[in-house]
């Protein structure tokens, strides 16, 4: 009796890699989003605490070139966020692309999944049928050993 063999056996098990790629891919990108979201907060409470200490001394009275270094600062905080959210941006693309990807391999897969069902399914109708013909064979021989 033959073994079953599916026929897109080293398909499927390159697809099941190239799903686990994905998700360690994925996993690997969903840590940078929180690292670049923790950034983009951080940058924000710097720039609100900062703001906070300049309307304080504000009132209390500022030199121009204090003024002049606090334009400064306040101009390369707002580059740095425009920076990180760009990298932000950059990263949930990265993250919708292999969240495409992943749903197009998991649909392959299952299509994988339902063909191998299918040829198991064909498979065991012909094992039922050969072992069906061999039960007649032996039947008939000892039918036929009885009569003689």
Same mark, same amino acid.
């Given at each position: ?35 670049? &979201? &923790? ?50 941006? &950059? ?9 495409? &990807? ?47």
């Amino acid at each position: 009796m033959k073994k079953f063999v599916f026929t897109n056996e080293k398909y499927q098990e390159l697809k099941e890699k190239e799903d686990e790629r994905l998700k360690l891919n994925m996993k690997n990108v969903d840590k940078e989003i929180d690292m670049a &979201a &923790a950034a983009l907060h951080a940058l924000d409470e710097k720039f609100n605490s900062e703001r906070s200490v300049f309307e304080s001394a504000c009132r209390h009275g500022v030199a121009a070139g204090e003024l002049a270094s606090y334009q400064g600062y306040f101009e390369f905080l707002q580059d740095r966020r425009k920076d990180a959210t760009r990298e932000m941006e &950059a990263l949930l693309d990265r993250k919708r692309t292999l969240t495409e &990807a992943l749903l197009r391999v998991n649909n392959e897969l299952r299509v994988l999944e339902e063909m191998r069902q299918e040829q198991y399914q064909a498979y065991c109708k012909e094992v039922a049928a050969e072992e069906a013909k061999e039960l007649d064979t032996h039947m008939a021989f000892t039918i036929i050993e009885r009569a003689v």
